[in-house]
DNA sequence: ACATTAAGTGATT
DNA sequence: AATCACTTAATGT
């Protein structure tokens, strides 16, 4: 066996426990293919075609939905390691363009599976079915979170579980961005962050710096 | 020193 | 809360 396939069977036992049966580590092991993104590194973007379904191992992805008309952005969900990104694997199973962005916040690391492993396998191994099954469940719970701020509270819970969300994802309380790359994750206007995070650094919540902001949290 | 970009402010809708 | 029209502040060249 390959120095690369042990090295992604190490990776699998450590970060997805899930998926149990011996033949089809070892399958991900054979076809897998390990990727690295840099931050900030646009991963797949809206419209382009899915060829395969990665399985994150290290850092943070960012998943927003972008409008059709004027470049308005909105941030969907984080993945972190042990995630995967549920989307693909229906835009793959049905050959559709992607209907999302993806982009690495940090270093990052995946492993590829390519389409036609993915499809083969839903069938074949109980594990992997529960693992894109488990993972479409978490997806959706996140989402609906993000729905429900957007719907029932206003703009400064939705921002205190944004900055929430992203400091944990990244482990890091500080953020590098300004206020204007907030303001496209949340869809709102620039100003509006700018005012809401001047009343947030008042009660103390959160600390301000120019393209950097720290969560108090 | 100058230009550029980020952030703050007030008025208007 | 969005948009506009500006001002002020920080940073890069």
Same mark, same amino acid.
């Given at each position: 066996? #390959?120095?690369? #396939?042990?090295k992604?069977?190490k990776?699998?036992?450590q970060?997805?426990?899930?998926?149990?049966?011996?033949?089809?580590?070892?399958e991900?092991?054979t076809?897998?293919?390990?990727?690295?993104?840099?931050?900030g590194? $646009?991963?797949?973007?809206?419209?382009?075609?899915?060829?395969?379904?990665?399985?994150?191992?290290?850092?943070?992805?960012?998943? #927003?939905?972008?409008?059709?008309?004027?470049?308005?952005?909105? $941030?969907?969900y984080?993945?972190n390691?042990g995630d995967?990104?549920s989307?693909?694997?229906?835009?793959?199973m049905?050959?559709?363009?992607?209907?999302?962005?993806?982009?690495?916040?940090?270093?990052?690391?995946?492993?590829?599976?390519?389409?036609?492993?993915v499809?083969?396998?839903m069938?074949?191994?109980?594990?992997?079915?529960?693992?894109?099954?488990?993972?479409?469940?978490?997806?959706?719970?996140e989402?609906v979170?993000?729905?429900?701020s957007?719907?029932?509270?206003g $703009?400064?819970?939705?921002?205190?579980?944004?900055?929430k969300?992203l400091?944990?994802?990244?482990?890091?309380?500080?953020?590098?961005m300004?206020?204007?790359?907030?303001?496209?994750?949340?869809?709102?206007?620039?100003e509006?962050?700018?005012? $809401?995070?001047?009343?947030?650094?008042?009660?103390?919540?959160?600390?301000?710096?120019?393209?950097?902001?720290?969560?108090?949290?």
């Amino acid at each position: 066996m #390959s120095l690369h #396939s042990l090295k992604i069977q190490k990776i699998l036992h450590q970060n997805f426990p899930q998926i149990a049966e011996k033949s089809l580590q070892e399958e991900i092991a054979t076809i897998g293919q390990l990727m690295d993104f840099e931050a900030g590194e $646009l991963i797949m973007d809206y419209g382009s075609y899915v060829r395969m379904v990665p399985l994150i191992v290290k850092g943070c992805i960012k998943v #927003s939905r972008e409008d059709d008309e004027e470049g308005k952005e909105l $941030l969907l969900y984080l993945l972190n390691a042990g995630d995967t990104c549920s989307m693909s694997f229906t835009c793959c199973m049905m050959d559709k363009k992607s209907a999302i962005r993806t982009e690495a916040l940090e270093a990052t690391t995946i492993i590829g599976i390519p389409i036609k492993y993915v499809d083969r396998w839903m069938t074949q191994y109980q594990s992997w079915k529960n693992f894109v099954m488990m993972s479409y469940d978490n997806r959706l719970l996140e989402m609906v979170k993000v729905i429900d701020s957007i719907a029932f509270r206003g $703009l400064d819970k939705r921002m205190e579980q944004y900055l929430k969300a992203l400091t944990e994802s990244t482990g890091n309380k500080t953020l590098f961005m300004t206020h204007q790359k907030m303001a496209d994750d949340l869809n709102v206007s620039r100003e509006a962050v700018s005012r $809401l995070l001047k009343k947030l650094a008042q009660i103390g919540l959160v600390k301000l710096g120019r393209n950097q902001l720290t969560f108090l949290g």
